[in-house]
């Protein structure tokens, strides 16, 4: 229906749309709330009806509110004042102020007063005058408004000095700051709003005098026959329009400007966070392997925890070592080889936080020394953004309630190198260490965000029902929290799933459930644990525990029956899926053929199309095959290491508008300023090299230039 269009454009299109549902609910609210009042007029429903943004409605709402303290305009109406401002909008004879004095009364004691409260009268009619809203809409669009900031000094600043010099350093570049808003970049907004928040920066939008100019000219234009009428006329409209100006519309463009400015660096905050998510959740997965999974730490120890190929804890101890103790440090080697040996695992999995580069020499100094054995073990730097503040969640309590949560962070960082989509789904979306100003952002549209690209990447790629995690299965399509629960319930107490078919002995999951599940369902021969004659066997028709090899595609069980026909007669042998000559045959018989095939097997053109794409991945492809294998990092270990001119090899952890940041391994994450990016376009996960331009180690800053992409 969408004509294949692509997700991003699709997620816009619905956010657009959401929008728009929101603001036609809100004007619909609002109406009614106005007629509520006694206050509805045809042109103030026309105003409303076509306003496309919230912040007008906003706006023109406020000045209709019910409210203990009355306006100006109200008083001034209560008065008697209401005949005299219609009669001078109208060019209409009115009479001397002086003869509507009435010194007992409050607004009306002198002419001054009488003056006032027609001039708040009228502004209020300019204000609700569609054509003039409109009109300043048009001039908010056309001039060239500027952002000014300064560093907002007092004295509680002035006396911590040291406070101040950190906010001087990382907003030291707005202190001076001008910028039209037109051309304001949406890092530099939320810098600035995040700085005017902590009371660092103090913000003023210069609104041109043209602008105002404009404005009063288009104004007195309007009412051109009752300015001409007589001298008062034109003094009363005149002062009508420059207060409607300086204390209502003036103020609202402010407003309006600092939010749509808002909205705008948002947007594009969360779309940055989406993009640089899909790449972590697309990183790809290293299956069927015991990890051994490493928490780094210098007093409190280095945490180990060892998992199953699905994920599963098998064991967990603690190592000191980075002490001064010759005992420590060889009991330390004893812990890590008798774990290594015991559940022959040949992956390591490091933790980046703390002591990292430390235990990286550690376990260097192991391999080296062939203490493994005959054991070929290597080891890798897994980004563990997140996984401390993942390990005191309820989520982790549920999962594993008895286990001390210094345990639980090695376990999330080997389940990250095993299946990073499954495991990284569980961790708060602000401390995933991705995205731009994310922590500034609404909680509810980083998650909606969040939930969308999962929902992506889940119809991409799948999910393999053996590694899979509670939160991941949970939004499969059809799969609740409760059912979620029930597959691993399942899995922990009869082991890995061998086909979709068993999905339907599991509590809760019927022939309705299990149809809109299935094709986003994988079931891998790398996490499955069984022989590899039960693999390749030959499917029995009464048999619940034989491997099918269409399970770890697309394709849905529904059309295994068209499947097989197609496989048939291409002479096809299912156990050589995914080979080169498997996949040419395949192409050569359906080529430019879905419309006479899908006649052939009494089906439809899309579900032939669906079969051949589903017949023709290479084995173990997905969209993460696309990306780089886990990083085995050798780096420096220290920002004080680190040179100008230096050539170093990182992984991109990050990316903004304004740069890439760059792990390097010494720490801290270096910068790539977007015009030392040679016009490449780089994602997360990546591995490039990259060369040192600057270092500040008093600040942790490090600025990169780009050479190459590895």
């Known amino acids: 229906m969408t004509g294949s269009m692509e997700p991003d454009k699709l997620r816009a299109l619905k956010n657009s749309f959401d929008e728009v549902k929101v603001i036609k609910h809100r004007a619909t609210t609002i109406i009614k709330a106005i007629d509520k009042l006694g206050k509805w007029s045809p042109e103030i429903h026309s105003i409303i009806t076509s306003t496309k943004s919230l912040i007008d409605l906003e706006y023109i709402y406020s000045s209709f509110k019910s409210t203990a303290k009355r306006s100006l305009a109200e008083k001034a109406r209560e008065l008697g004042l209401l005949s005299v401002s219609d009669a001078i909008l109208q060019g209409q004879k009115i009479p001397l102020l002086a ?60 006396k911590d000095k040291s406070k101040n010099m950190m906010d001087k350093q990382k907003y030291e570049m707005y202190f001076n700051f001008k910028m039209t808003e037109r051309n304001i970049k949406p890092h530099q907004i939320l810098a600035i709003n995040r700085a005017e928040s902590k009371k660092i920066l103090s913000v003023k939008i210069i609104i041109p005098d043209t602008f105002e100019q404009a404005f009063k000219k288009y104004c007195l234009s309007r009412f051109a026959f009752a300015a001409k009428t007589t001298e008062l006329h034109m003094h009363l409209l005149s002062k009508s329009v420059d207060y409607a100006y300086k204390n209502l519309f003036k103020r609202m463009v402010t407003r309006r400007i600092k939010a749509e400015m808002k909205i705008r660096a948002e947007t594009a905050s969360i779309e940055v966070f989406a993009n640089n998510v899909k790449q ?35 064991d967990t101890s603690v190592i000191y070592p980075h002490t001064r103790s010759k005992a420590s440090y060889k009991h330390s080697i004893d812990v890590l080889v008798n774990l290594v040996n015991k559940y022959k695992c040949t992956i390591l999995a490091l933790g980046n936080a ?33 996984s401390s503040i993942y390990s005191c969640s309820p989520e982790a309590k549920s999962e594993f309630a008895n286990l001390d949560v210094n345990f639980i962070s090695a376990i999330s960082i080997a389940r990250r190198l095993q299946d990073p989509l499954a495991e990284l789904v569980k961790i708060d979306p602000k401390h995933l260490g991705v995205g731009m100003y994310q922590h500034d952002l609404p909680e509810k549209q980083l998650m909606n965000a969040l939930n969308e690209v999962i929902t992506e990447v889940v119809s991409f790629v799948g999910v393999d029902i053996n590694t899979a995690s509670k939160c991941l299965l949970q939004r499969v399509a059809g799969l609740t929290n409760s059912k979620a629960a029930n597959i691993i319930e399942r899995r922990i107490k009869h082991g890995a799933f061998k086909n979709r078919a068993q ?23 790398e996490t499955v644990l069984i022989n590899q004659k039960t693999v390749t066997e030959k499917k029995s028709k009464n048999s619940q525990d034989s491997f099918n090899l269409l399970d770890q595609t697309w394709i849905h069980p529904e059309s295994y029956a068209v499947a ?79 040179n100008i001119g230096t050539i170093l090899n990182g992984v ?45 180690p008093d600040c942790n800053r490090i600025s990169l230039e780009l050479i190459k992409i590895l």
């Open 99 to 158: 003869s509507l004095v009435d010194k007992r009364k409050e607004g009306l004691r002198n002419e001054k007063e009488v003056e006032d409260g027609i001039v708040h009268i009228i502004a209020d009619v300019i204000s609700k005058n569609k054509d003039i809203f409109e009109k300043i809409i048009t001039l908010r669009e056309t001039s060239a408004i500027e952002i000014q900031t300064n560093q907002y000094k007092t004295k509680e600043m002035l």
């Open 280 to 314: 972590l959740f697309l990183v790809s997965p290293i299956r069927g392997k015991i990890i051994l999974g490493i928490d780094p730490g210098f007093s409190h120890g280095c945490k180990l925890a060892v998992v199953s190929e699905c994920g599963d804890l098998l």
């Open 354 to 386: 703390t002591a990292c580069r430390e235990t990286e020499l550690f376990l260097k100094e192991i391999i080296k020394s062939k203490a493994f054995g005959f054991l070929d073990v290597t080891y890798t730097i897994v980004n563990e953004a997140g």
């Open 503 to 525: 999905l339907l002995n599991v509590k809760g999951i019927g022939s309705k459930t299990f149809e809109q599940c299935a094709g986003f369902i994988r079931i891998l021969p």
């Open 564 to 642: 097989n026909k197609l496989l048939k007669h291409c002479q096809c042998d299912l156990n050589d899926l995914g080979t080169s000559t498997f996949i040419e045959r395949i192409n050569l018989y359906a080529k430019d053929r879905y419309s006479e095939l899908a006649v052939q097997f009494n089906t439809n053109k899309a579900t032939i199309e669906i079969i051949v794409k589903g017949l023709t991945v290479k084995k173990n492809e997905d969209i993460r095959s696309i990306l780089n294998h886990p990083l085995f990092c050798d780096n420096m270990q220290s920002i004080d290491d680190l």
């Open 652 to 696: 991109v952890r990050n990316v903004t508008h304004f740069g890439v940041f760059v792990d390097v391994g010494v720490g801290t994450n270096g910068l790539i300023h977007v015009k030392y990016l040679k016009s490449q376009i780089l994602c997360v996960g990546q591995r490039i090299t990259v060369k040192v331009l600057s270092v500040q």
